[in-house]
């Protein structure tokens, strides 16, 4: 039982010890020009100043209405609006440079889901716009055990100044932590993330030393049981605050499946794909700089049992699908091919330029 369980989760319990599924629902939880010579002659209320005036205030907004035309608006961008987002996946971004484009995003918060590749972080390390001083010959390693920063290396703030989020990171959030309304609204346009097919990645957290997020004391009898308390770990996180959101419970809502997939469109400068890690790395290459490390290409933290060149065997699922992740996997999918061909990446240049 989970800590703090009410009575109507222990019934839930009770119910899928007998062999009947879960009850849903049940569980815990600038300065401008002056140059007037009218004006410095103090004669601020003379008709030709206000006539001059007010060509200014009217050509100021012709400027910015026609750059929010084309790159969404510069206030939203400044504060990590959903602008940034929409400008990225446009052909406004294209006119742009690749530094350019970083400094929209940064501070970067990056959103770590369970089991989608922690060695992703290998790829924002070494991107200059986002970790300046990071040595290219470090990156996070299969026996590493600290998370996703080795306790060796100078301090985060240190090699990456202002390269982060400082409202959005493990320090503060936690390992996994999810995105409720405030961080949501203060990191929007920074989120960049790995996602992982829903049912692999419940296989992963199953086969996890201690069956990763579960959330009651005695660990589950199947991997069956463990997915159908566990699906829809992504929707609860991008929904949902906490450090631990992927394994909260109760499972997710329809309106919670259709705020998570409404934030990765909105909000999220990159998403890649766990499943096609290697295309995705490129992708972010080409979207935000940085030369080619071949540590980013290696996905260093393999679960258990998985050899990383083959998905696991989703039979003793018995046909159970995460319907609530399955949505935003969807449209993580289309996200990343929208991306690929807009900046132009394919297999074949990735393995030829390496970006």
Known sequence: ?????????????????????????????????????????????????????????????????????????????????????????????????????????????????????????????????????????????????????????????????????????PATTGQHGGLDQSLWELNRGHLVTMLRQPEQRLISGYNHEGQMEWPFDTPAASLREYAEWMAGGTVRQLARGGGHASGELPVPTAEEVSVAVGRLRDGFAFVGVTEQWDL????????????????????TRLGNASTGSSLYDTSELYGFVDNYDGPVYAEALVLLSKGVELYGVDESKCTADCW
């Open 280 to 299: 995705s790395v490129c992708l972010f290459r080409a979207m935000f700089g940085g030369v080619c490390v071949a540590s980013d290409f290696s996905n």
């Open 1 to 169: 039982m989970w800590r703090g369980a009410s009575a109507a989760s222990a019934a839930a319990v009770l119910l899928l010890a007998a062999g009947a599924p879960p009850a849903r629902g049940a569980g815990p939880a600038s300065p401008e020009a002056s140059g007037c010579p009218a004006a410095e002659a103090g004669l601020e209320d003379h008709p030709e100043v206000e006539q001059m005036r007010a060509v200014f205030v009217q050509s100021r907004l012709a400027t910015v209405s026609d750059r929010s035309a084309v790159f969404g608006d510069p206030e939203q961008q400044a504060a990590g609006g959903p602008g940034v987002a929409r400008l990225l996946r446009s052909a406004g971004a294209l006119s742009m440079t690749a530094e350019e484009r970083v400094k929209l995003v940064t501070p970067v918060a990056w959103f770590h889901v369970p089991k989608t590749g922690t060695s992703f972080c290998n790829t924002l390390y070494h991107t200059p716009g986002v970790c300046e001083f990071f040595p290219r010959e470090n990156y996070i390693g299969d026996s590493t055990s600290a998370g996703s920063w080795d306790p060796t290396w100078r301090a985060m703030d240190g090699l990456c100044p202002g390269g982060f989020s400082a409202t959005y990171r």
